[in-house]
Each structure stands twice: as C-alpha cells, then as structure tokens.
C-alpha cells in the first residue's frame, strides 16, 4: 500500500520560511516522478515543483527561485524548501508521485502565509 505523508505546514509572516516534507512508503521515490502541488482557497490545485529519476528539477514560474525541491533517497522523503513566502503562496500542499499511469497523492498540509 502506498502513502505519502506530508508535514511542516504551518504558520508564517510574509518573507519567512518553510520546509515540507513529504515521506513516502510503499515506492521508492527514485524511481517516480515526485511533485508538489498546492490548491488555494476556491482555486484549483496547481503545480508548484517536480524532481524527477535523474534528479532533475522544474518549477512553477511563481516560485522558481524561492522554492526548492530536493529528495533523500535513502529515507524515500521528497522536500520542499519554501523562502521569500509571500501571502499568496497560502494554500494545502500536496504531495505527488507519478509513474507511467500509476499516481498518487499525499492528504496535504497547510500553508498560510500572513501579510
């Protein structure tokens, strides 16, 4: 069975930071595409950064160079390092891992970022 559990959300002033985490059981991450979404309030969940097999990363525009994604192969835990948060990155981060027409997500952790 496979689970990915997110945590480190939380409150925080505008210009600070957060680090997700989201550990997984059941796959091994370095064989999967691992992302990270959020879905603010009355929006739709959007893609916020990926790191794929080779170690490659992508980002959304809105966060690239504020945000990274890392992975730790040998814990199967993917992070994101969120700095310079602005109030508009407030929203539920999710957790993702894809492969091939496998996908599955985390239960999310909440981010809220204060002005």
């Known amino acids: 069975q496979v689970q990915l559990v997110e945590s480190g959300g939380g409150l925080v002033q505008a210009g600070g930071s957060l680090r997700l985490s989201c550990a997984a059981s059941?796959?091994?991450?370095?064989?999967?595409?691992m992302g990270w979404y959020r879905q603010a309030p009355g929006k739709q969940r959007e893609w916020v950064a990926l790191i794929i097999r080779d170690g490659s990363t992508n980002y959304a525009d809105s966060v690239k160079g504020r945000f990274t994604i890392s992975r730790d192969n040998a814990k199967d835990t993917v992070y994101l390092q969120m700095n310079s948060l602005k109030p508009e990155d407030t929203g539920v981060y999710y957790c993702n891992a894809q492969r091939g027409i496998s996908t599955y997500w985390g239960q999310g952790t909440q981010v809220t970022v204060s002005s």
């Open positions: 059941g796959i091994i991450v370095s064989r999967y595409t």
